[in-house]
């Protein structure tokens, strides 16, 4: 269920902060979600250690905490300011509980090739859900032109499900220790694989507000949005499903290689529907192609360079999900400086497009300096 309830605190609120404030809008709010969910993992680990309901039950008080928010912002009657720092601020911390409980759990799945065919299947569930949720946004704005009676009715239904279903099973994991992030940033290796998480960090950011500002920018409107990730989705999540059933040996570098090389080209076709809209279409489409597979490979070396280290686990996912979090909160936070400097919304999106085009290398030659211990068959 989380992964259903994510798809509407990314997408979804995004559009509603972009069409709402524009640009600036998107980038002020995934800074405040990031900053909340980095919180929220760090209580997760608390509550694993402390309370006898083990990472399952930790997950489940998360996502009752993420429907309860959407259910609130759709009720109480606030502004549109106060409604975007709930939802980014409570459902961010709502979030980061429930994300630091499954990250615990994956990292304990048993070797690479298990996990890389699970983070596969996760991501064409979570693209499946973006194709559910914009489909429920639209026929909900169809009826009423209140965006915020999706949040109340999609909280009511979430809470409903979570009530009616019983917890799912896991095998026994042992609770996480006392964190130990001094002793960790004490370590060269540490240190060592950090350039891979604050370029992955700084590249998902702006992956996340561009997809959502280029779209909005180009279409105009919630519904129009709510439209192009319908689309988009359903070809990923049908294409996504097929790769999960491939025997994949672990994180693969020439094959995201390959996935990254379609991602440029989805920039590069965004970077002309700013001018010339007709190529919209074409972004949407290799976007929907590449991004799932590029991130279901990135899951994978990213995971597996969180358990790897010579640190606690439990230190080791936590330390690198601040690293993550600084680098997404800094790159937002450069651009967001140059809209305040009165750089035009227009010179922003095409900045923040050659800076995602220009990290794309970056990001396989530090996936490949965290994976060089790999078989060599993973790295030729």
């Known amino acids: 269920m989380f992964i259903a309830l994510d798809v509407f605190f990314t997408g979804l609120v995004g559009a509603y902060a972009f069409s709402t404030a524009g640009v600036i809008g998107v980038l002020a709010f995934i800074p ?50 106060m409604l975007l ?9 709502s979030r980061g509980v429930t994300y630091g409980s499954r990250l615990w759990m994956e990292a304990h799945l048993q070797s690479a ?6 983070l596969s299947l996760v991501e064409a569930s979570s693209t499946l859900f973006k194709v559910l949720a914009p489909s429920f946004s639209l026929v909900v704005l169809a009826l009423t032109p209140r965006f915020e009676t999706i949040y109340l009715l999609a909280g009511a239904l979430f809470l409903l499900v979570l009530v009616l279903t019983r917890p799912g099973r896991w095998e026994s994991l042992r609770r996480p220790g006392p964190l130990q992030l001094g002793r960790m940033w004490r370590q060269r290796v540490y240190w060592a694989s950090a350039p891979y998480f604050l370029v992955e ?32 989705s359903l070809c990923a999540a049908a294409w996504l ?30 970077l002309l529907a700013l001018w010339l809209p007709w190529v919209f279409p074409l972004f949407i489409l ?15 070396v990213t995971l597996s360079g969180m358990v790897k280290a010579s640190v606690p686990l439990e230190s080791n996912l936590v330390g690198r999900s601040l690293l993550l979090m600084t680098a997404r909160i800094t790159t937002l936070g450069v651009f967001a400086a140059l809209w305040a400097a ?14 995602a085009l220009l990290l794309l290398p ?5 996936a490949r300096c965290l994976h060089r211990e790999a078989p060599a068959r993973q790295l030729q």
Not at 69 to 77: K, R, S, V
Not at 342 to 355: I, R
């Open 241 to 270: 499903l097929v790769q999960s059933r491939v025997n994949l040996p672990g994180p693969s570098l020439p094959q995201l290689k390959r996935f990254q090389s379609l991602l440029a080209l989805a920039w590069l076709s965004l």
């Open 362 to 366: 970056l990001e396989y030659a530090t």
């Open 113 to 118: 090739q298990v996990r890389q065919q699970y």
């Open 85 to 93: 720092a709930l939802l980014s601020s409570a459902g961010g911390l």
């Open 286 to 300: 290799l976007y929907a192609v590449s991004l799932p597979l590029v991130t279901a490979q990135k899951s994978g």
């Open 201 to 232: 960090g700084a590249s998902h950011a702006l992956r996340t507000a561009l997809f959502v500002s280029g779209a909005m920018a180009v279409v105009g409107s919630l519904k129009g949005y709510a439209a192009v990730e319908m689309g988009a």
């Open 342 to 355: 009165g750089l035009s919304q227009h010179a922003l999106l095409v900045g923040m497009v050659l800076l």
């Open 32 to 81: 405040v979600q990031q900053v909340s969910t980095s919180a929220g993992h760090l209580l997760s680990n608390t509550l694993m250690r402390r309370c006898a309901a083990g990472p399952l039950g930790v997950q489940r008080w998360g996502v009752a905490g993420l429907a309860s928010c959407l259910l609130l912002a759709g009720t109480l009657p606030l502004d549109t300011k």
